[in-house]
């Protein structure tokens, strides 16, 4: 185990930002929905949310560039359930929707350093008369070309990036880590010792303590069962 892979995996767990989130409503296209995994995983994101009514979709690795083990993916039946998870995960929410509409503000008048959940509509008909009624604030990118809008993907890693660039002015990547603990400890345990967490999972053992570099801190008899217990 290289120390530098530990704690660079522990640096970027304790900067995750735990409030704030993506909500991806019918949102299909493989493309899109990997560039938006990549970008929330880039700009510190842990969990993004989905909804999907009619199909269960799987975000797999080769569609997120393996983004997606590192960050949680919410499946919703609905709209109104995936923004009562979101609120309940973070009292006091602020639920945006990507929306040109008469009462639209420019994406950057929003103040990012508070909880918040972005979301971002279909490819084709966009955000549902559902989702719209249920947003605090409809946002929109200026346009000043022929097109009224940018591409899902492109829309969201903007607003993303605005919302990165207020909370580093606020110090929010600097506060004390938000993410759980035991979720905490499964990340950085399954992204430093894939092959030992796999064996874990395969005996139904917990993942044991890591030490100040990552090594594994375990007992003879822990050993003995991941090795040899079937």
């Known amino acids: 185990m290289e120390p530098n892979r530990y704690h660079r995996v522990k640096r970027v767990l304790d900067r995750r930002q735990t409030d704030l989130t993506?909500?991806?409503?019918?949102?299909?296209?493989?493309?899109?929905?990997?560039?938006?995994?990549?970008?929330?995983?880039?700009?510190?994101?842990h969990d993004i949310h989905a909804v999907w009514p009619h199909e269960r979709r799987r975000v797999t690795n080769n569609t997120s560039g393996?983004?997606?083990?590192?960050?949680a993916t919410h499946m919703h039946?609905?709209?109104?359930?995936?923004?009562a998870s979101m609120r309940a995960a973070h009292p006091g929410t602020q639920i945006l929707a990507t929306n040109l509409s008469d009462k639209a503000v420019d994406f950057r008048a929003i103040d990012y350093t508070k909880p918040t959940a972005i979301i971002v509509g279909q490819e084709?008909?966009?955000?549902?008369?559902?989702?719209?009624?249920?947003?605090d604030h409809h946002i929109v990118v200026p346009m000043e070309g022929m097109v009224q809008s940018l591409n899902v993907s492109v829309a969201?890693?903007?607003i993303l990036y605005e919302a990165q660039r207020q909370r580093t002015l606020a110090g929010l990547y600097e506060r004390e880590p938000m993410l759980d603990a035991e979720v905490k400890h499964a990340l950085l345990f399954e992204g430093c010792h894939p092959i030992i967490a796999k064996r874990c999972k395969e005996k139904n053992l917990p993942y044991p303590p890591l030490d100040d570099n990552g090594e594994i801190v375990a007992d003879e008899q822990f050993w003995h069962i991941l090795k040899f217990s079937q």
Do not use: F, M, Q, Y
């Not at 909500?23 to 994101?45: Q, Y």
């Not at 393996?66 to 960050?71: A, E, L, P």
């Open 124 to 135: 084709k008909l966009g955000i549902s008369d559902r989702a719209l009624a249920l947003a």
């Open 66 to 71: 393996g983004s997606k083990n590192w960050v």
């Open 156 to 158: 969201t890693a903007l």
């Open 77 to 83: 039946p609905s709209i109104e359930d995936a923004v």
């Open 22 to 45: 993506v909500c991806l409503e019918e949102v299909h296209k493989h493309h899109n929905l990997s560039a938006i995994i990549r970008t929330a995983d880039a700009v510190g994101c």
